[in-house]
């Protein structure tokens, strides 16, 4: 059944190839961004031109009041979200002790509060309907840490037990909970990253090469399909066995 999915900072990198995917399988996509609107609106148009339905929608999701306002955007045109997918994120790398208090709140604000605006505006719709799914996008990072990068660490770490954590109590109304965690992938996140440094992760992963983020839109889309109906609350890592 086509369903209507709700994709956070969906206008580059894992979050654009999860909106194409969903787009392929015949979903409607809601492409949320927050800075890259030419990008978000050159997907919708590819999107669109191979028959899709798609939408972008301008929201920084640390903000409830434009969180709101894009569901009602997105409500208004294609009916309640039936898949919320949290992608949008932010990774920050610096020693933890020149870290700022206001960069350790504004990484917070986009990686789990954002999360927790989506989620619970999603979820007034999907309890009232009594089925529904959410795919939170953590990292490797939320599961083992990372040095320099401890702010990101503990806010992927708090993605994961927010997944946990809502699967229990929302599973009694047939909403599913699911994390996934990434390892290393080819997006702009990793801009800052040098070359050798970007060989190095290559070579430390078993499958000897850096992830795509196709990689990971073909375990969100597992994730909301029904081949996962018994799924929640679980943490998948698609990471070529950097992290088992
Ligand atoms: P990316 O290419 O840098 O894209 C980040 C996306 O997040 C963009 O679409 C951006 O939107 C959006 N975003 C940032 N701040 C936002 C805000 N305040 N409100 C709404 N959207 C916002 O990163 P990516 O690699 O695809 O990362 C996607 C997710 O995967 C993130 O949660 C990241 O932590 C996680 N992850 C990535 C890796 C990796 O190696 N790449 C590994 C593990 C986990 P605009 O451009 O429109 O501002």
């Known amino acids: 059944m086509e369903k209507t999915v709700l994709i956070t ?89 020149d870290v700022t208090p206001a960069e350790w709140d504004a990484l917070f604000g986009v990686n789990i509060t954002g999360m927790f605006h989506c989620c619970q505006r999603a979820l007034a719709h999907m309890i009232h309907q009594k089925r529904g799914c959410i795919v939170n996008v953590s990292s490797i990072w939320g599961m083992v840490g990372a040095s320099c990068e ?30 996934v965690a990434p390892g290393v992938i080819q997006t702009d996140m990793l801009g800052e990253l040098a070359p050798e440094t970007l060989s190095a992760l290559a070579e430390e992963t078993p499958l000897g090469v850096l992830g795509s983020p196709d990689d990971i839109a073909g375990t969100v889309c597992f994730l909301a399909s029904d081949a996962a109906a018994f799924l929640t609350g679980q943490v998948i890592s698609p990471n070529g066995g950097f992290v088992i």
């Open 9 to 97: 900072g969906a206008s580059r990198g894992i979050g654009a190839a999860c909106a194409r995917r969903f787009a392929e399988a015949g979903d409607r996509v809601v492409i949320n961004y927050h800075t890259s609107r030419k990008a978000a609106e050159s997907l919708v148009a590819s999107l669109t031109a191979g028959g899709a339905q798609a939408l972008a929608v301008c929201a920084d999701v640390a903000d409830r009041a434009q969180v709101d306002a894009m569901f009602d955007e997105a409500e208004r045109i294609f009916g309640g979200v039936d898949v919320l997918v949290n992608n949008a994120g932010v990774a920050q790398q610096k020693l933890f002790t």
């Open 150 to 179: 401890v702010a990101y660490s503990a806010s992927k770490a708090a993605v994961i037990g927010l997944t946990k954590a809502l699967a229990k109590e929302v599973g009694p109304s047939g909403i599913r909970v699911n994390c």
